[in-house]
């Protein structure tokens, strides 16, 4: 009450002209045009309702007047909820929170809510006001966003978060039981020339066809996820032993290797199988996991079409593997690698707003390696540490030069593995080659894929401090792995990168356009930047634009050039 006391004093003392009656008559006007309002006496009784509150609820002041708020209970929460709600206020407290409350109508509403009691002399409430916004958009946006977490969006399965988690848990169930189960791994062979050849909607079909016949045989009584690209996996319940699992993956094939009708043409698809048992071959979940990928390895390696069980003893590395390993370790020692960089540009105006340096390999013997072949080697083998340390090294030698030259101030992205945020010196690491290379922190971004973020505060901590230093941090990637609306608020990162996958279509496809209005919606909400991946054509750039996306990147403005190439295209916008 003196809180409330003070206010009108200090408007009195601003503006003398108007009576303390004016004033709150001024505030409650302008609570009423701004927000739903209810009255009720201690009883819960409504005595009070605006016209915001009608028009949501459906109901009219006369229906809603004498009653309590039990007439736009959904359902939705426990009793238990409610119970608190009242042994807050009734302890004079003022109560927040979200309540889903339904309409005259049935449907379904979200209101952001605070419940402020009025006190009398001896300090107890008499009524209640509640004070309300409609937050049913983001609620929404949550729902689309969470199921963007956990569901492979072309073909419905879980996606590898997911996965891994039902896989998880299946095996406690089998440990219980005492009973064997089969991971399998499956790999569409040579999905990447369908691609290339017919384009990607017909890769696009032929995985969303596989992913409803392996439904179709594998029915309800498994788990199935879509890892990758072309990658799925499956387990088998109540496994005899590596015999029966085999002769069980191999129906599963013989079923799904049937001809798909694409284009009037028929496409027989490959497939590669690998398996590994529980617990025979590994008792815990993830080294199981491991296990099935060296043996599809190894049936990819004789050419694919095949079945492999894993085998103990199994030579982790082929040949090829260990060649390519080699080379790398060398290259990265020798610095035989260089950097691309693809512009970032400004949706609105097509003004140059950032770069992304792309590291490029192209040796002497074995010719041009793409990132995603030596990549995922480098990770495993930590050649990644040395590496990304070269990347960030040349990515700020060229900022600088950038920076020298005069041109308009815009951030360098570079890509960090989560193994690399895990070395102990990565922060001095950092600190060190800025140092070095003497660029300022307001030119240099630091991409990191959304698994860096998952489930690790640890990791979160060293994102803060990265950022602490003047660098900003993007998402790469979005939309393909762990968000969640309520992480989404407390992510440590300034940009989130919309991955190409949902930009590809989006001129085709509703629910990609509906995808990304919900990612724009709720980044807004919590103040980050949004960036789309992978823009090709003039009418995506429009459609991200109308959306509400500010930025974009991809072949359309420029694909990965170098240095040069890259100085030309800012050259133009001079």
């Given at each position: 009450?003196?809180?409330?006391?003070?206010?009108?004093?200090?408007?009195?003392?601003?503006?003398?002209?108007?009576?303390?009656?004016?004033?709150?008559?001024?505030?409650?006007?302008?609570?009423?045009?701004?927000?739903?309002?209810?009255?009720?006496?201690?009883?819960?009784?409504?005595?009070?309702?605006?016209?915001?509150?009608t028009?949501?609820?459906?109901?009219?002041?006369?229906?809603?007047?004498?009653?309590?708020?039990?007439?736009?209970?959904?359902?939705?929460?426990?009793?238990?909820?409610?119970?608190?709600?009242?042994?807050?206020?009734?302890?004079?407290?003022?109560?927040?929170?979200?309540?889903?409350?339904?309409?005259?109508d049935?449907?379904?509403?979200?209101?952001?809510?605070?419940?402020?009691?009025?006190?009398?002399?001896?300090?107890?409430?008499?009524?209640?006001?509640?004070?309300?916004?409609?937050?049913?958009?983001?609620?929404?946006?949550?729902?689309?966003?969470?199921?963007?977490?956990?569901?492979?969006?072309?073909?419905?399965?879980?996606?590898?978060?997911?996965?891994?988690?039902?896989?998880?848990?299946?095996?406690?169930?089998?440990?219980?039981?005492?009973?064997?189960?089969?991971?399998?791994?499956?790999?569409?062979?040579?999905?990447?020339?369908?691609?290339?050849?017919?384009?990607?909607?017909?890769?696009?079909?032929?995985?969303?066809?596989?992913?409803?016949?392996?439904?179709?045989?594998?029915?309800?009584?498994?788990?199935?996820?879509?890892?990758?690209?072309?990658?799925?996996?499956?387990?088998?319940?109540?496994?005899?032993?590596?015999?029966?699992?085999?002769?069980?993956?191999?129906?599963?094939?013989?079923?799904?290797?049937?001809?798909?009708?694409?284009k009037?043409?028929?496409?027989?698809?490959?497939?590669?199988?690998?398996?590994?048992?529980?617990?025979?071959?590994?008792?815990?979940?993830?080294?199981?996991?491991?296990?099935a990928?060296?043996?599809?390895?190894?049936?990819?390696?004789?050419?694919?079409?095949?079945?492999e069980?894993?085998?103990?003893?199994?030579?982790?590395?082929?040949?090829?593997?260990?060649?390519?390993?080699?080379?790398?370790?060398?290259?990265?020692?020798?610095?035989?690698?260089?950097l691309?960089?693809?512009?970032?540009?400004n949706?609105?105006?097509?003004?140059?707003?950032?770069?992304?340096?792309?590291?490029?390999?192209?040796?002497p013997?074995?010719?041009?390696?793409?990132?995603?072949?030596?990549?995922?080697?480098?990770?495993?083998?930590?050649?990644?540490?040395?590496?990304?340390?070269?990347?960030?090294?040349?990515?700020?030698?060229?900022?600088?030069?950038?920076?020298?030259?005069?041109?308009?101030?815009?951030?360098?992205?570079?890509?960090?593995?989560?193994?690399?945020?895990?070395?102990?010196?990565?922060?001095?690491?950092?600190?060190?080659?800025?140092?070095?290379?003497?660029?300022?922190?307001?030119?240099?971004?630091?991409?990191?894929?959304?698994?860096?973020?998952?489930?690790?505060?640890?990791?979160?901590?060293?994102?803060?401090?990265?950022?602490?230093l003047?660098?900003?941090?993007?998402?790469?990637?979005?939309?393909?792995?762990?968000?969640?609306?309520?992480?989404?608020?407390?992510?440590?990162?300034?940009?989130?990168?919309?991955?190409?996958?949902?930009?590809?279509?989006?001129?085709?496809?509703e629910?990609?356009?509906?995808?990304?209005?919900?990612?724009?919606?709720?980044?807004?909400?919590?103040?980050?930047?949004?960036?789309?991946?992978?823009?090709?054509?003039?009418?995506?750039?429009?459609?991200?634009?109308?959306?509400?996306?500010?930025?974009?990147?991809?072949?359309?403005?420029?694909?990965?050039t170098?240095?040069?190439?890259?100085?030309?295209?800012?050259?133009?916008?001079?």
């Amino acid at each position: 009450m003196q809180e409330n006391n003070k206010m009108i004093k200090d408007l009195i003392r601003h503006d003398g002209s108007h009576s303390p009656e004016k004033m709150l008559r001024d505030i409650a006007y302008a609570l009423d045009q701004s927000a739903i309002v209810a009255i009720t006496d201690r009883t819960g009784k409504i005595v009070y309702v605006n016209e915001l509150f009608t028009k949501i609820a459906q109901y009219s002041v006369e229906e809603l007047v004498g009653v309590d708020h039990r007439i736009i209970n959904s359902g939705f929460h426990p009793s238990s909820f409610f119970k608190e709600i009242w042994a807050t206020i009734g302890r004079g407290n003022t109560w927040h929170g979200e309540i889903c409350n339904k309409a005259k109508d049935g449907s379904f509403y979200w209101v952001d809510t605070t419940i402020v009691p009025f006190l009398n002399d001896n300090g107890k409430p008499y009524q209640y006001i509640s004070i309300r916004y409609d937050i049913t958009k983001n609620k929404e946006s949550e729902r689309m966003i969470r199921d963007l977490a956990y569901n492979d969006q072309l073909t419905s399965l879980p996606n590898r978060t997911s996965f891994r988690k039902m896989f998880y848990q299946e095996i406690e169930v089998a440990k219980k039981q005492g009973t064997n189960r089969a991971f399998v791994y499956m790999n569409v062979d040579r999905l990447r020339y369908v691609n290339d050849s017919l384009g990607h909607e017909v890769g696009d079909y032929i995985l969303s066809v596989i992913a409803k016949r392996l439904k179709t045989i594998l029915k309800d009584k498994t788990i199935i996820g879509r890892l990758s690209g072309d990658e799925f996996a499956f387990i088998l319940l109540e496994i005899l032993d590596t015999k029966h699992a085999e002769e069980l993956t191999k129906e599963v094939q013989k079923y799904i290797e049937e001809p798909i009708e694409v284009k009037d043409q028929m496409h027989t698809p490959s497939l590669s199988f690998g398996i590994a048992l529980y617990p025979e071959h590994a008792k815990k979940p993830a080294e199981l996991a491991m296990k099935a990928e060296k043996a599809l390895s190894i049936a990819r390696a004789h050419g694919g079409g095949g079945c492999e069980m894993y085998q103990h003893g199994t030579a982790s590395k082929t040949l090829d593997r260990i060649l390519l390993e080699n080379e790398l370790r060398k290259s990265v020692h020798l610095g035989h690698l260089h950097l691309d960089y693809q512009p970032k540009v400004n949706l609105k105006t097509g003004q140059l707003v950032g770069v992304e340096a792309l590291v490029r390999w192209n040796h002497p013997d074995l010719g041009r390696i793409p990132p995603d072949k030596f990549i995922p080697v480098a990770e495993e083998t930590k050649i990644i540490i040395p590496l990304g340390e070269w990347v960030l090294r040349e990515a700020c030698r060229q900022a600088k030069k950038w920076q020298a030259s005069g041109y308009s101030p815009f951030r360098v992205a570079v890509n960090m593995s989560a193994i690399q945020l895990e070395e102990p010196t990565i922060l001095h690491t950092i600190k060190t080659i800025l140092d070095e290379t003497g660029v300022t922190t307001d030119f240099i971004e630091i991409e990191l894929t959304e698994s860096a973020f998952a489930d690790r505060e640890d990791m979160q901590d060293i994102i803060r401090e990265i950022r602490a230093l003047g660098i900003t941090v993007s998402i790469d990637d979005f939309g393909t792995g762990y968000s969640t609306f309520s992480y989404i608020k407390e992510l440590p990162a300034d940009t989130i990168k919309i991955d190409m996958s949902f930009v590809r279509d989006i001129h085709l496809n509703e629910d990609s356009r509906a995808i990304v209005k919900a990612i724009v919606t709720l980044a807004d909400t919590v103040g980050l930047n949004v960036i789309a991946e992978g823009v090709e054509y003039e009418e995506q750039a429009v459609i991200l634009m109308n959306l509400g996306c500010r930025e974009g990147q991809g072949y359309y403005y420029s694909k990965p050039t170098s240095p040069d190439a890259c100085e030309q295209f800012m050259r133009k916008q001079l």
